[in-house]
């Protein structure tokens, strides 16, 4: 099984393109999460997802949108790139709302 | 808002020695709390979940204590190795059901031959 996989793992945007990351899992899982992490800080959850066609917002969701139009794919697209969101994204998945979460390697997106 | 707290600063040890890791909380009584490990350029990866009726968790050379009173939990790495060396992260769920996880910036442990 590959678990929780992301793509792209590398991106460099200008001021104002748009992006879409994408997020595949294969363990049948019904919860997704995208998060950001920044130097010093923890992760911070931007959008989550607990089933298939559900998406909502996270704690910093603000210039982030995503679509789950399949179970295993959880998307996070970024409408028009600012510098402020250069971070190190993270895709995870969870059976269930009690349980641990599985991490993608993450994608590295710096905004210039 | 809520608030984790794990030591800022990084954990040195020497090899063999017990390696234990601080997370306080505020504003929050979560149903459960979870560590993970996280190495340089890599996704945390799970380790233990401790639910709040649970006052211990072991995992082979892990250990986990979770005081709700204390709004607290220490993670224990027992006859530690240079391959435990890595960021540690604590994450509380505040949701009550859905994952959502707030983390804890993380504590690097650095284990010394």
């Known amino acids: 099984n590959a678990g929780v996989t992301q793509t792209p793992k590398f991106r460099v945007l200008k001021t104002g393109q748009s992006m879409t990351l994408l997020c595949a899992q294969d363990?049948?899982?019904?919860?997704m999460y995208w998060y950001r992490q920044d130097p010093g800080m923890g992760l911070r959850l931007i959008h989550y997802?607990?089933?298939?066609?559900?998406?909502a917002k996270g704690e910093v969701p603000d210039g982030y949108n995503v679509s789950r139009l399949k179970k295993q794919n959880f998307l996070l697209g970024l409408e028009s790139a600012a510098p402020s969101q250069t971070s190190v994204y993270f895709c995870?998945?969870?059976?269930?709302?009690?349980?641990?979460?599985?991490f993608g390697q993450g994608t590295r997106l710096t905004v210039v | 808002s809520q608030k984790i707290e794990q030591n800022s600063e990084a954990l040195n040890i020497q090899e063999g020695k017990t390696a234990t890791l601080t997370c306080n909380y505020t504003?929050?009584?979560?149903?459960?709390l979870q560590w993970y490990r996280q190495d340089p350029g890599r996704g945390p990866v799970f380790l233990l979940l401790?639910?709040?009726?649970?006052k211990e968790k072991r995992k082979e050379r892990l250990k986990v204590t979770f005081d709700t009173t204390l709004k607290q939990s220490l993670f224990h790495i027992t006859a530690s190795q240079p391959a435990d060396s890595a960021t540690y992260l604590c994450?509380?769920?505040?949701?009550?059901?859905?994952?959502?996880?707030?983390f804890g910036a993380g504590t690097r442990l650095a284990v010394h031959p």
């Open positions: 995870a998945s969870s059976s269930t709302g009690t349980t641990e979460a599985f």
């Open positions: 363990m049948n899982h019904e919860y």
């Open positions: 997802s607990v089933g298939e066609g559900t998406t």
């Open positions: 504003n929050y009584s979560p149903a459960y």
């Open positions: 401790i639910r709040e009726n649970e």
């Open positions: 994450a509380l769920d505040t949701s009550g059901g859905y994952n959502k996880l707030i």
